[in-house]
């Protein structure tokens, strides 16, 4: 056996070939496995991944075995090349070449100073699992393995022969009127996209989708990454040509209301990336579309599996009768090293067994993590003045918070903006655009839970592309709590509004976006018969200079002062020529 060991895929039409037909020859064939995965990865995560590819070839020069890794930039720690995106990940080879290709690449590893793997979602009942543990030993590597995840699937012959239980009814039922309801006006249906043409204009669509719902959900999806996304688009390409992959809609008229990029590969539709629209989860779309997915699938004698993937999500154990279990395999030359990930593994099982202390450690990890990288940022001197602050304001503190009516009109800068009205959507939008601002995303995810509870009314402002620039808040101004004075404010004009909690990407600041995002919903509410009022920190010298230049005149200050746990909070009327009515106070 002839071992190559090259450090890109390159993109050659016989080797693709060659690779596809070699992954067809695996005892359980999985679209994970193809060129085209390993190639779209590579496309995709070539500035973080260093792709190590070995390739062997028998006697006659055929290809007989294939294992596509990276490496760290160190160039110490290899993993699988497809371990982030794959559900399952394996060594290529026919079986009977298996343990000596293993051995091969173990060996090459070893030489190459290797000092450590980690192999995800290796098959429990792959023969890679033997290999693997016979050819550690003989090369020095000490090898731990480890269940990862139980994959749920639907086994088309034992649904068949088990026929439908009265529980199964029962689902089937409540499943129908779902689709009754979302197809009042047209029929409920399933619609495939199989072509490159078909698909280029349908992803964008489903890659906003699956960022909303994971808003909806309070969590970032992995398609916020542009990486993910250009993978997810490159994979579609290549294999729309060979027709294994489809992009199924859920659909009734032109409205869509659930989506699957899935694959249908020897025997298997797999259930790979699903979402749906958030606004219709009482429906239950997702499991909709997969209940009529099976349904098809059942029909086809071409499928014998619908294989549900990763992760333990409930309402996959409702449609699964069988299970695949993967590994998490690491091999390792310190035995420090090893005892350490055995350790690390068991304690974990055990924080895992009590929900409650999971929760616990989970928010002590978060803090030693926030903790750590502010004083990253900081330096000791900075936390120590951090610290003498906050205990300065546990004992004494003094704030003032300005009341403002806007009572001015529309700059013309502020006119060449747009604002809309905040939704999934924008989030989504938002989401993708500034991924990698921490800060942004954590309004983000908080505007997400405003959205979801429906009591205020979110903005937008946008340039002419549609590109989020910043983001504000509406809410009635009677009876809205104040965290800065920890109290709650009262109004006596029952049509006053009053906007709060704007926000501004970092990467945009500096550049007037909040007086032209507050003139314009300003101009918006008082057109619909609202008074619009806005309130500022006394200390925040750059906001109510803002303020003043969009228009917004200074009515009233409250002034909070506390000391320990007492507190009291006093108006003081600012003195305006055109108007001083007593329209707010304060109720602690």
């Keep these: 056996m002839r071992l190559d060991v090259l450090r890109e895929i390159p993109e050659d039409v016989g080797l693709r070939q060659q690779w596809d037909a070699l992954a067809l020859l695996m005892d359980q064939p999985q679209v994970f496995y193809t060129y085209e995965w390993a190639l779209a990865v590579n496309r995709a995560y070539h500035r973080t991944l260093r792709p190590l590819l070995f390739l062997a070839y028998d006697e006659k020069g055929s290809l007989c075995g294939v294992a596509s890794l990276a490496t760290d930039a160190a160039g110490r720690s290899a993993s699988f090349l497809c371990a982030t995106t794959g559900d399952y990940c394996d060594f290529l080879s026919s079986p009977e070449h298996r343990p000596g290709f293993v051995a091969a690449v173990l060996g090459e590893l070893r030489r190459q100073q290797i000092d450590q793997m980690a192999l995800a979602n290796v098959p429990a009942d792959s023969a890679t699992v033997n290999a693997i543990r016979q050819a550690a030993r003989h090369h020095q590597y000490l090898c731990f393995m480890r269940r990862a995840y139980m994959c749920a699937q639907v086994s088309l012959a034992q649904q068949e022969r088990r026929g439908e239980s009265e529980p199964g009814l029962s689902r089937k039922k409540m499943l129908r009127r779902f689709l009754n309801a979302m197809g009042r006006e047209n029929p409920v249906r399933l619609d495939h996209c199989r072509s490159w043409g078909a698909m280029e204009a349908i992803l964008p669509e489903f890659m906003q989708a699956h960022v909303a719902r994971f808003l909806y959900r309070g ?20 294999l729309s040509e060979s027709r294994w992959l489809v992009l199924t809609r859920l659909m009734s008229g032109e409205k869509v209301f659930a989506w699957n990029y899935g694959f249908q590969f020897q025997g298997t539709w797999f259930w790979y990336q699903p979402t749906f629209d958030s606004y219709l989860e009482r429906y239950s779309p997702g499991s909709c579309l997969l209940a009529m997915l099976i349904e098809e699938a059942s029909e086809n004698p071409a499928f014998q599996i619908v294989d549900l993937g990763l992760g333990a999500e409930d309402y996959k ?38 929900r409650e202390v999971e929760v616990a450690v989970r928010a002590v990890i978060a803090r030693l993590h926030r903790a750590k990288k502010y004083f990253g940022e900081q330096g000791a001197a900075g936390v120590v003045l951090s610290l003498g602050a906050w205990l300065r304001n546990l004992l004494w503190a003094r704030t003032e918070v ?19 009205s905040l939704d999934l959507s924008c989030l989504a939008t938002a989401v993708m655009e500034y991924v990698d601002d921490e800060e942004t995303l954590a309004y983000l995810l908080r505007s997400a839970r405003r959205l979801r509870s429906g009591k205020d009314e979110g903005f937008v402002l946008v340039d002419h592309d549609g590109r989020p620039l910043h983001f504000a808040w509406l809410t009635q101004f009677d009876g809205c709590f104040l965290p800065e004075l920890n109290a709650t404010v009262e109004a006596s004009s029952p049509d006053a509004v009053l906007l709060r909690d704007s926000w501004t990407p970092v990467a945009l600041r500096g550049r007037g976006h909040y007086a032209q995002a507050i003139e ?20 925040n010298i750059a906001s109510v200079r803002g303020l003043a230049k969009a228009g917004f005149q200074r009515r009233y200050s409250l002034f909070r002062k506390r000391v320990l746990w007492w507190q009291t909070v006093t108006r003081h009327s600012q003195v305006c020529n055109e108007l001083a009515p007593e329209e707010v106070s304060a109720r602690i």
Excluded: C
């Design 317 to 354: 154990e409702r449609f699964a009768n069988r299970a695949r279990e993967t590994l998490f395999v690491t091999l390792r030359t310190s035995a420090v090293g090893h005892l350490r990930e055995i350790a690390r593994y068991r304690a974990s099982v055990m924080v895992k067994a009590f």
């Design 219 to 238: 969590r970032i999806s992995n398609m916020a990454r542009p990486e993910r996304r250009v993978f997810v688009t490159e994979l579609a390409r290549l």
């Design 520 to 539: 314009l919903i300003a101009d918006k509410m008082k057109a619909s018969g609202k008074r619009p009022w806005i309130f500022s920190a006394a200390a």
């Design 402 to 420: 300005f009341f403002y009516e806007w009572r001015g009109s529309i700059s013309q800068r502020a006119r060449a903006l747009q604002v809309r």
